[in-house]
C-alpha cells in the first residue's frame, strides 16, 4: 500500500543524490523501513514517543521525538525531507517548510502530502468527506494554496501526484461508513466480537475496493483527494 510513496520518494532521492531521508511525523517508521531495506539511509521524527518505539524496535529506524523547527541537525545534511500528511496538523505550516529548506542541500527533495480541499469527494460529500478531520486538521489546502505556500517558503514545485493507493480509495471509504474504519474502530478502542470485527473490516475493504475506480478518475482529472509534490529549494 506505501509502493506510491516509495516510489515518489526513491525517485527524488535519485535526482538529490545519496544522502540522509528525514521523514517528519515518521509514526511507527513502517515507510522508513521498506527505504532502510532498500538501502538509504534515514531518520524518522515524531512527537509521539510510542510511535518512536515502535519506529526502533520493529523497523530498526533511529528516530528523534521533537519538531522540525528545533531538529537537532546540521544545515545542509538532508538529501530528502517528507511530510506525509503533517502540514494540516500545523498552526504555522511555513516554520516547517522553512526549516526543510535549510536542513536539505542545494540538490535536495522535499515531499510534501496533504488532502486536497478541491478533489471531487469532498464536493460530492461535503463536511462529511474524512479529508476534513475536524478539530485534528487545523488547514485545508488547494494544489494552488499549497503551491503559494510553497513558493513563499524558496521552492518551486517539480513533480505533482493526485493518487495514492494507501490514502484516495480507504479515504472515501471512510467518509462513506467511518464507523467501519478499521483504524478508527482501534484508536476509539471498540469492543467487538470476533466475527463482528471480521464482517466489519469485509464490508469496509468491499467498500475500498468499489472506491478504487472513482479515485482513480478524479486522481486522472487532476482533482484526487490528496496532493503529493516533489519541491527543490529556489535557486539564488
Known amino acids: ?35 532502510r531495506e532498500r538501502g538509504a539511509s534515514v531518520l524518522g521524527m515524531d512527537l509521539s514517543v510510542p510511535a518512536l518505539r515502535v519506529a526502533w524496535r520493529a523497523q530498526s529506524v533511529p528516530s528523534v521525538c ?8 546540521a544545515p545542509a545534511s538532508c538529501a530528502v525531507v517528507t511530510m506525509f500528511h503533517v502540514l494540516e496538523h500545523l498552526e504555522e505550516p511555513a516554520a516547517y517548510l522553512m526549516a526543510a529548506r535549510e536542513l ?26 474524512s479529508g476534513l478531520d475536524v478539530p ?42 467511518p464507523g467501519l474504519d478499521p483504524m478508527a474502530r482501534r484508536v476509539r478502542r471498540v469492543v467487538e466480537k470476533p466475527a463482528v470485527k471480521l464482517i466489519k473490516d469485509l464490508i469496509y475493504f468491499g467498500l475500498v475496493a468499489i472506491s478504487l475506480p472513482f479515485t482513480l478518475l478524479e486522481a486522472a482529472c487532476r482533482a484526487g483527494s490528496t496532493i503529493m509534490i516533489e519541491a527543490r529549494k529556489k535557486e539564488g
Not at 526513491?10 to 545519496?18: I, K, N, V
Not at 521533537?66 to 541537525?73: E, F, I, S
Not at 515531499?111 to 478541491?118: C, D, E, F, T, W
Open 1 to 35: 500500500m506505501l509502493r506510491d510513496h516509495l516510489g515518489f520518494v526513491t525517485r527524488a532521492l535519485r535526482e538529490a543524490g545519496e544522502g540522509l531521508v528525514l521523514d517528519v511525523g515518521c509514526g511507527g517508521g513502517l515507510f522508513l523501513g521498506m527505504l
Open 66 to 73: 521533537g519538531t522540525l523547527v528545533d531538529a537537532p541537525l
Open 104 to 129: 536539505l542541500r542545494p540538490e535536495g527533495r522535499l515531499i510534501v502530502q496533504v488532502p486536497n480541499a478541491a478533489c471531487w469527494q469532498f464536493l460530492l460529500l461535503g463536511e462529511n468527506w
Open 136 to 177: 485534528r486538521h487545523l488547514l485545508n489546502f488547494r494544489v494552488q494554496d499549497l503551491e503559494n505556500l510553497l513558493d513563499y517558503c524558496g521552492f518551486e514545485v517539480l513533480r505533482r501526484k493526485f493518487f495514492s493507493l494507501r490514502d484516495n480509495p480507504a479515504g472515501f471509504a471512510t467518509s462513506l461508513a
